[in-house]
């Protein structure tokens, strides 16, 4: 299997090309400042992930700048500190804040010229509109949780996203699914059939941080470190 093979890159967006565990930690500094007792960033992620986890299982429809004031209260529970509401919300805010990895524009304009984008993402169009925007390239397709109804690792979300790609003329052995996350990506791209791209961007960090353990790993065809790395291994791919 080669990297060109495929007509069709899927994207996660947070993790992937968003770097949204730095986002996440600066975006919860208001309550983790008032912590009796420090916590490690990775102690803070694995928090945050259980509750959001959880939440998106209660509530699969709700918009997820609506689920992450939930989180940051549930936080707060946890850690025994008193939160106003206001505070909760400007937390779901955030998003917009959350900052893209230095390579992924780059790399995402140069795969352009080779393959159709798609971004298969956790979010609500309105946040992931901001984030696109520092991403700096036009998607040929964007499949929210919000137009999904669900959130990954959901099958819902890689059902809607096969059967809309269909409709753009992008058959499932076409598509190279590309995330960071085990747990949200590429265990649901295993069970649908689809080829993987492991970008793994937690390679010199221990844990899995803002996201759940996925239990036995997933497999992968490709495994990259970064999005860089990507779009040299395709350069190379196209000499070879």
């Not at 998003?95 to 390579?103: C, I, L, Q």
């Not at 990954?152 to 590309?178: A, C, V, W």
């Not at 996925?214 to 990507?230: C, H, I, Q, V």
Request: charged content about 25%; proline content about 4%; aromatic content about 12%.
């Amino acid at each position: 299997m080669k990297l060109t093979d495929f007509k069709a890159l899927t994207f996660d967006c947070y993790g992937t090309l968003i770097d949204w565990e730095s986002g996440m930690f600066e975006g919860l500094k208001p309550l983790t400042r008032r912590l009796p007792r420090a916590l490690s960033r990775n102690q803070v992620l694995e928090a945050h992930a259980r509750h959001e986890s959880s939440q998106q299982l209660q509530t699969p429809a709700k918009n997820y700048r609506d689920l992450l004031p939930i989180v940051y209260r549930r936080l707060a529970e946890e850690w025994g500190i008193s939160v106003s509401w206001a505070e909760c919300i400007a937390y779901g805010k955030s998003v917009k804040n959350w900052p893209a990895f230095t390579d992924s524009a780059g790399a995402l304009q140069y795969l352009k010229r080779h393959y159709k984008l798609v971004i298969l993402s956790n979010v609500d169009n309105e946040s992931f509109a901001a984030s696109n925007e520092k991403l700096e390239v036009e998607f040929d397709a964007i499949y929210t949780a919000e137009d999904a109804g669900s959130y990954k690792p959901s099958d819902r979300n890689f059902e809607y996203m096969i059967k809309k790609l269909e409709t753009l003329g992008i058959q499932k052995h076409e598509i190279l699914h590309t995330a960071e996350s085990m747990f949200h990506d590429h265990g649901p791209a295993n069970r649908h059939g689809l080829a993987s791209c492991w970008i793994y961007r937690r390679y010199n960090q221990e844990g899995f941080g803002a996201t759940m353990h996925p239990g036995n790993m997933p497999k992968y065809e490709f495994r990259f470190d970064s999005m860089a790395d990507l779009a040299k291994a395709h350069q190379e791919a196209l000499r070879g």
